[in-house]
């Protein structure tokens, strides 16, 4: 019983830092997005 709270409070916090690093990803590459969109802008 404990140790299925603690395995499942484990898989918890690793939820979470795959949902941080999906987040972080997805700002990055918005962010390109648009710096991209902008420069083809500027120089088209």
């Known amino acids: 019983?404990?140790?299925g709270l603690s395995l499942r409070r484990d898989v918890n916090i690793n939820f979470g830092k795959v949902v941080e690093?999906?987040?972080c990803f997805l700002i990055l590459y918005k962010y390109f997005l648009v710096k991209k969109y902008t420069l083809k802008r500027y120089y088209l």
Do not use: K, Q, R
């Open 1 to 3: 019983m404990e140790v």
């Open 21 to 23: 690093t999906i987040f």
